[in-house]
Each structure stands twice: as structure tokens, then as C-alpha cells.
């Protein structure tokens, strides 16, 4: 067969290659497509007609291909969906008829479904790709995955990949994952972890399919190419505020199952804005087409954000999304959704050229129109006396129009008073006929315009990237757990917060509109009265903060954002009495992504904290060097420290990385950071330590069956990796004034149940071990944790 591909292929390109931004792969060969997933409704929609424009473009590259859709159904069920798939892919209008239907008989013999359930199944496709490879005389340039899947069968089909699958050395091998990459900071980990596990991050492609569309990918060029007039202007001076908005009309029948779990903040603000809010603010790179360089500064963005939390959002729900959970996930008539439908956020970036400078980031389901778009607003230091129609006097802004709307198609369009941008690309070209429509207060009449010469989906660009090897418009695994390190802590604050509820449409009104103030965003409009029906007879003291006993000591509960705020507050009474009293306030602060929340409280709200007077000093640290993002001080260190005022030399991060090497008992570390503590701290008794508990006992970075002696500060060994710890021993914990073990989470209902009913075991239940001798012990625990 492959003799009879090879026999076209030189037909076809004697006609010539048809489309335009052909890629090279790194050397020609025989290259293996596959879809896992292939007969799904991603693949049927976008997929196969991407691989196929793929295919129309590679035609004359010294390439051959096969395709291969897979999935769990048996082949004898699967052929006939997968070919009626097939079938329905189209040539671009620069095709003509005759070459069109002969490519796409070729695409449809390439192809063929396999059934890639087991391992087994796996083993099997390898074979018969090598097989013909030998059989052809072919040599293999690589082989491409595509998980159109679930994100829980990511690990398992990835393991199955690197154990069967992998192509022979010097053939490249590149794996494609679809969003959700995880649900929040830990389980994203946790992913990337298992998925590190089998493939080299450079192997995997997560898509962000917004990252392909031809405006969001047009954003660094136009920046670069505009650079004379842009770099004076870019910047908190010239900027009033940054929009990027996602609206849609339609609502989410029939995806409820996947939404309620997710949302519109997981499911669009986290990935898609997000994207679009780096490319706008990061600094322009050198290099364009280097990957490298475009996810390093995007990272630094990341880096640079100030926190989002509670006050940062407003969040909506259409009026019918009750009803509709109701019944597609068969829950009774009285059962309450949280899940937001609509959000409005609020970012700031903590960097010189953006300070102050709002960034709204918004999207809903549900709205009046279907629109998406990003715009720069700048100020206006001209007043027109008289003619107020003047264009020196109207809005300047740049808008980036990623599509539908009032205007139907994607452009970038510059407002007439800012200035005339430049047209470098031959993909793109200047509007000059306008139709009369007005975009964001602005006759089309009023802007410069431009607009790709020839439109293109996402899905298709991006296929023809990850064949190049091009890595500049995919997520790695390190902005990746940024992005969820922005965005986690606000997750948790909204979760038992009701949504304002909404009607749709037009008949949303001013309902959803947003007020600026400071930092902080609320609802214009005064708050909607939610019905006793819609809140399912939940009242008001439910969110009442409580105070009680657990295990003998006092417990603060109350919902998570009440719960943060209530320890925030009571660390910065804390530090304010030890000032008062002696000047100094030494406060200890445990990792993990617990108190997270509780570190964006303290940047964002306590503007009066004594910073200047106050060390920093670490529970525990995990053994890997402090820029890593495991890192315990690398977390505390960008969601707080970094945001206040506290001196260089108020801040101890633990040793862990001396004479070049992590934790090596004859470097001394902990007997270093032990002599720190004794030389800053009177009687090492610390006024505030911060801990949380692990869900088999642990607190700070003590296990089940530790044993540390009594020194202040030990190494010890986790369970999980990384092993190696450093941390606070129970002689440092115990001599504190004042010991808060925060708790939250429904997770943690079943431990504080086992907690509540077991007696004092430190080596069984390291955290029964916490019982500060002449100080006061305190938990807070949410009532997710409390309740369950």
C-alpha cells in the first residue's frame, strides 16, 4: 500500500504543496498520527481535519504518514464511525476539486482504527509500525499522541506509551494533552508527577486550543513589530486598564457533569484569559519562535502577580443552571450548586511597568452576545473644549477581536488617535471597507484594522506546530503549576460562597456589572436577594465564625474565607502585642498549599502588619534547592514575601543546600539553623508558629514513626518524595507562645473525625505531640473539614 502512497505523493507534488506556514519536522521520515480518542466528538469535530490540513501541507515534504484513530471500542464497531469521520474532512479553497478528492482518498487509506485498551493493545500498534517500517524501507522520524480523553486516564495511557510505544532512538516522540490539566495546585502536581514519571517534559504538548487562534498567536508579533510606538505607551503611565473578556450566549446542558465540577474559572479564566493576560504583559522576547524564551517570561509574570483572593472576584450563576444540575446529575429538588456560571477578576501585577494598572479578566455563559476579546485602554490627556466628537477625545485603545461579536471576524484594530500600525505579515491585511457597526464605543470608521488574509481554525495551526516541534504556544509543566499556583487559593475562598444569581440574556441588564475600587472588585449594583428556594433554606449564621473546643484545646471554626481572614487577623494582633512588649515578633510558618490563602490575605489586606518588626522563619523545607517550585520558601517567598515590606535580613529560609549538596547530615544544616534560632529568638521560643496536618498525622515535616531527640530543628524522612525534610521538632514547637494548626478542606473530614477520638500518640499521630508547655494552642478548621 505504502508503495502506492509514495507513487502519489511524487504525483502531487509535481502540482505542487497548497497551503501557507508549511513546518519542517527535525529530519523526513515516516511519522505515525495518532488519536486516542479518534472517534470522539473533539476529534470528529476539529482533530481529523486539522491532520488533514497537516497532511495537505506535508505533501511535498519528503514525509510519509499513517494515521491511526484509537479508543475502547472493539475495531469491528469502531471502523465504520471513524470513516464516516474521515469522510467529511474539506480541502481550503486554494484546492481545486480534483486534487481535494484525490489527497483526501489518500488520507482515508492511510488511516485505520485500533482498538488501544491494554497494554497489550499498545504492544501490538508498535509492532505493526515497525513492521512497516521494515517491510516499506522506511526510516521512522516519529510518532505523535494525541489524548483526546479524560484527564484521569492521562498517567495510565502515558505509562503505556513509554513502556510499548516509543520509537526507536533518534525518532522523536511527542505526546498532546487537552485541558483540564487538574482540578488546583496539588492535583496538577500530582499529574505533572505521574505524567514526569513516563514522558521528559519536552515530549509533552498540553494544548491550549485558545493559544492557536490567529489573533491570540498574532499578539507577541504585533507587539514586536509595533515596538516604536508601543514601548513609550506600554505601561502604568499610559494605561487606564487591561480587558480580556470571554462572553457566550449559549448555556451548559449537556457538559453539566464536567462543568459543576469544574466552573468557569477552571474551565475558561485559568487557561484561556490567563494565556491571553501573559502574552499581553510579558516582555516581548528576543526571539519569537523560541520556546524557551516565550515560557520563561511568561513565568515571570506568574511570579510577579499580586494575589487574587476573595475581594479580586465576583462570581455569578444563570437562573436555570439549578435546574438544570438537578436533573442531569438526578439530584432532588432542594440541592444547591455553587458552581459560578459568570466571573469577573480582578489582577495587578507587582512590577514597576504595571503597578496600579487593573486587569479585568471576564467570562459567562449566558451573556447577551458571543464575543471574545482583549482591549488596552489608555488614558486620555487631551480635553476637547468643544467638539467633543473630536477624534483627539475619544477613546484610544487597542483591541485584540478574537471573533463573532458585532464585527463576525478576528482583527486587531487600532484606534485612529494612537497610531497606524504596522503591516509586516503577508498572513494579514488592512481593512479599509467597513461595514457600519461600532466596536467598544468606536465606529469601525475610527480604527486602523487588520485581519488575517485567510482564516484558519486553532486546532489546525496547532497540529502543524506540535509536528514542527515548536513549543512556543504550549504549556510546560513549570507555568503550568504557576498558573494553578495563582489561581488555587481564590478556588478555595469561593467554594461555599453563593453565586449572584442572573437571568440571561438581555435580560441581565446591569446585573452583572463590576465596580473597580483599589484592588478590590464588587458587583455594581446592590446585593441581589437570593430566594429561600434557590438557597435551599441556608441562612445567614451559617457563615457566623464559631468558637469551641477540639482535643482539649480551643478551635475557631467558620467557612474558609471567614476563617483565613479570623487567623490573619489574630497573627497580626499577635505580632502587634510582641512589638508593643519587646519590639520583635518571630513568627514561623509551615509549606504545603494550605496556607496559601492565608499568605494572599496578609499581603493583600494587612497594610498596617508590622513587617519591619517581624522575622520570618520556616516549619520545615523540603530537600531541594529554594528557586524549585517544591520548595517551601520558594511558595512563601512568592505569595508574601515578595509582596510586603519586611527586611532582607528579618527572613530565615532553612539551610538545606550547603557545599553544594541537599541535606547531608555532615554539613551541619540543621544544627546551623538550630543556632540561628537561638541567637535570634529569646529562650527560642518562637511568638507564633503556623502548622497544618498531613492526612496520616503528620505536622510540619514530622512523620509517623519519627523520632528527633531533643534538638530544635532535625532532617527527616517523608513518605512521599521528596524524602529528605528538614524541620521544627516538637522542642522547638512547644516552647512557642502561641501554636495555630490550620485545617481545611473536605478532605480533611475523615482525619479530624480520627483526630477527635484518638488519645495522645506522637509517634503513631504526630500531631497529638503539639502541646505548647506555657503557651496556648489553637486550631482553626474550616467547617468543609468539620462538617464534611
Known amino acids: 500500500m505504502f508503495v502506492t502512497v509514495l507513487l502519489l505523493l511524487v504525483t502531487l507534488c509535481a502540482q505542487g504543496g497548497s497551503g501557507e506556514g508549511r513546518e519542517e519536522a527535525q529530519r523526513p521520515g515516516h511519522v505515525s498520527m495518532v488519536i486516542v480518542g479518534g472517534t470522539g466528538d473533539l476529534a470528529k469535530k476539529y482533530l481529523w481535519q486539522g491532520f488533514f490540513e497537516l497532511y ?108 510499548s510505544c516509543r520509537p526507536a532512538s533518534g525518532a522523536w516522540l511527542r505526546v498532546v494533552l487537552e485541558k483540564p490539566f487538574g482540578h488546583d495546585f496539588r492535583s496538577a502536581q500530582v499529574l505533572a508527577s505521574q505524567l514526569g514519571s513516563s514522558l521528559k517534559d519536552e515530549e509533552m504538548y498540553r494544548i491550549d486550543h485558545y493559544l492557536g487562534k490567529q489573533v491570540v498567536a498574532k499578539i507577541l508579533p504585533f507587539r514586536k513589530e509595533n515596538s516604536k510606538f508601543l514601548d513609550p505607551i506600554w505601561n502604568k503611565h499610559h494605561i487606564e486598564r487591561v480587558e480580556i473578556v470571554l462572553k457566550e450566549t449559549l448555556d ?95 489582577a495587578h501585577i507587582d512590577e514597576a511597568q504595571y503597578e496600579g494598572v ?256 517581624t522575622h520570618v522563619w520556616m516549619v520545615d523545607e523540603r530537600c531541594v534547592p529554594l528557586t524549585e517550585l517544591e520548595s517551601n520558601f520558594h511558595s512563601l517567598h512568592d505569595y508574601l514575601l515578595q509582596h510586603v515590606r519586611i527586611p532582607y535580613f528579618n527572613i530565615h529560609p532553612m539551610p538545606v543546600q550547603l557545599n553544594q549538596r541537599l541535606c547531608v547530615e555532615e554539613d551541619g544544616g540543621a544544627l546551623l539553623y538550630e543556632k540561628e534560632v537561638s541567637k535570634w529568638v529569646n529562650g527560642s521560643s518562637f511568638h507564633f508558629v503556623l502548622l497544618g496536618v498531613g492526612y496520616d498525622g503528620h505536622t510540619a515535616s514530622l512523620f509517623p514513626g519519627s523520632v528527633v531527640g531533643e534538638s530544635l530543628v532535625a532532617l527527616t524522612e517523608s513518605p512521599v518524595k521528596p524524602h529528605q525534610r528538614m524541620s521544627l521538632t516538637f522542642s522547638a514547637i512547644n516552647r512557642a507562645h502561641r501554636v495555630a494548626l490550620l485545617v481545611m478542606g473536605k478532605s480533611k473530614h475523615e482525619l479530624i473525625t480520627q483526630l477527635s477520638r484518638v488519645k495522645e500518640n506522637p509517634v503513631k499521630w504526630p500531631v497529638t505531640g503539639v502541646k505548647p508547655a506555657d503557651g496556648r494552642l489553637v486550631w482553626y478548621i474550616d467547617y468543609d473539614a468539620l462538617l464534611g
Open 252 to 346: 451548559v446542558k449537556g457538559r453539566i457533569p464536567f462543568y459543576d465540577q469544574y466552573g468557569v474559572v477552571r474551565d475558561v479564566l485559568q487557561n484561556h484569559l490567563t494565556e491571553v493576560m501573559t502574552l499581553l504583559t510579558m516582555k516581548v522576547p528576543m526571539n519569537l519562535s523560541s520556546g524557551e524564551e516565550v515560557l520563561h517570561n511568561k513565568l515571570q509574570i506568574f511570579r510577579s502577580m499580586l494575589p487574587i483572593g476573595k475581594n479580586q472576584a465576583v462570581m455569578g450563576q444563570y437562573q436555570a443552571y439549578k435546574a438544570e444540575v438537578q436533573q442531569e446529575l438526578n439530584k432532588t429538588k432542594d440541592y444547591i450548586s455553587l458552581t459560578p456560571t459568570f466571573a469577573a477578576i480582578l
Open 56 to 163: 495537505v501541507n506535508q505533501v511535498s515534504s519528503g514525509n510519509s504518514f499513517s494515521f491511526y484513530g484509537g479508543g475502547l471500542s472493539p475495531a469491528d464497531q469502531a471502523t465504520p464511525v471513524l470513516f464516516e469521520i474521515l469522510k467529511a474532512v474539506s480541502c481550503s479553497k486554494d484546492v481545486s476539486q480534483e486534487r481535494c478528492a484525490l489527497l483526501k482518498e489518500q488520507y482515508l487509506r492511510l488511516a485505520q482504527y485500533r482498538q488501544l485498551k491494554s497494554l497489550e493493545d499498545y504492544q501490538d500498534l508498535a509492532k505493526h509500525i515497525e513492521q512497516q517500517l521494515q517491510q516499506e524501507g522506511m526510516t521512522e522520524a516519529g510518532r505523535l499522541f494525541y489524548l483526546s480523553v479524560p484527564a484521569f486516564a492521562y498517567a495510565d495511557i502515558a505509562d503505556k506509551i513509554n513502556n
Open 358 to 613: 487593573p486587569i479585568l479578566l471576564i467570562s459567562g455563559k449566558m451573556l447577551d452576545e458571543r464575543v471574545g476579546y482583549a482591549r488596552i485602554l489608555f488614558k486620555n490627556d487631551i480635553f476637547c473644549l468643544q467638539n467633543h466628537n473630536s477624534i483627539h477625545c475619544k477613546p484610544k485603545q487597542i483591541v485584540f477581536h478574537f471573533g463573532h461579536g458585532s464585527l463576525q471576524y478576528p482583527a486587531i484594530l487600532v484606534s485612529k488617535n494612537l497610531f497606524k500600525p504596522v503591516l509586516m505579515d503577508s498572513e494579514w491585511k488592512e481593512v479599509t471597507e467597513h461595514t457600519d457597526v461600532n466596536v467598544l464605543g468606536l465606529p469601525i470608521s475610527d480604527y486602523y484594522v487588520q485581519t488575517p488574509t485567510k482564516p484558519r481554525e486553532a486546532y489546525s495551526d496547532l497540529i502543524s506546530h506540535i509536528f514542527a516541534g515548536r513549543k512556543n504556544s504550549f504549556i510546560n509543566t513549570e507555568n503550568l503549576l504557576a498558573s494553578w499556583g495563582l489561581w488555587t487559593p481564590l478556588l478555595s475562598s469561593i467554594a461555599s460562597s453563593f453565586p449572584r444569581i442572573y437571568p440571561g440574556g438581555s435580560d441581565n441588564g446591569g446585573l452583572l456589572d463590576v465596580c473597580v475600587k483599589g484592588k478590590d472588585i464588587r458587583f455594581n449594583s446592590e446585593v441581589v436577594i437570593i430566594s429561600n428556594d434557590h438557597m435551599g433554606g441556608t441562612s445567614v449564621k451559617d457563615f457566623q465564625v464559631m468558637q469551641g473546643k477540639f482535643r482539649s484545646a480551643d478551635m475557631v471554626s467558620a467557612w474558609a474565607e471567614e476563617l483565613v481572614e479570623k487567623l490573619a487577623a489574630d497573627i497580626q494582633e499577635a505580632a502587634e502585642a510582641a512589638v508593643l512588649e519587646v519590639g520583635v515578633f518571630h513568627l514561623a510558618l509551615s509549606g504545603g498549599s494550605t496556607p496559601l490563602a492565608l499568605f494572599h490575605r496578609l499581603a493583600l489586606h494587612h497594610f498596617s502588619f508590622p513587617w519591619r518588626h
